[in-house]
């Protein structure tokens, strides 16, 4: 089987997103690391495993669906989504960075310790999970792949409900989440 070039660059940026989340997963475990030594603790593991297979799944999805499928680009579709998808990453990586060492991709909280309201936490409370809501709808009509972003985008709401759910209890119970948040965001409370 003979790849196009778009098939190929499209596997490319496929490949390069799963080495992406392979360096995050070392991140999270060194962090974790960090803030258990500091007392914190791992809530909402109930959850976690259908996160990392939902996540897993959904790259194979992107490949299967262009490879097996042939799904092409659509004409100004991909080009939009190729922007999302470098937006999707910067506010990722700007999360990242604000929340430092407690970036997880497990829930943790650090008792005591107060929740971060900083970088683009001041503007709203989950932008690590707006991202992840960009990337999931985007990363799979950068090459057509329609299927792929609307099954995994209702997938992603539903376990993104729960997982919010589990944080902000947590959040609440041990880091003062509403004496930070309690004056709420734009477009919240």
């Known amino acids: 089987m003979t790849l196009t070039t778009s098939v190929q660059l499209y596997l490319l940026l496929l ?7 392979l360096v995050e997963l070392v991140l999270s475990t060194r962090n974790a690391r960090r803030v258990r030594s500091r007392g914190g603790l791992e809530v909402g593991q109930r959850h976690y495993g259908f996160m990392v297979v939902l996540h897993t799944l959904f ?12 799904r092409s680009p659509i004409r100004g579709v991909s080009a939009l989504a190729l922007g ?32 971060v309201r900083r970088g683009p936490y001041r503007f709203f409370r989950h932008p690590n999970y707006v991202a992840v809501v960009l990337e999931i709808l ?47 965001l734009p477009g919240q409370r």
């Open 138 to 184: 985007a990363l799979p009509l950068v090459h057509g792949a329609w299927a792929t972003a609307l099954l995994f985008s209702i997938a992603n709401a539903t376990l993104l409900k729960v997982r919010i759910d589990v944080e902000e209890t947590a959040l609440r119970e041990h880091c003062d989440y509403d004496g930070v948040f309690g004056a709420g």
């Open 59 to 70: 790259l194979i999805s992107c490949f299967v669906e262009v490879v097996a499928l042939g």
């Open 15 to 21: 490949a390069a997103v799963g080495v992406e989340r």
């Open 84 to 115: 999302f998808i470098v937006l999707s990453m910067a506010l990722r990586y700007w999360a990242i960075s604000s929340l430092g060492d407690r970036w997880n991709t497990r829930v943790l909280v650090e008792p005591g310790a107060p929740a």
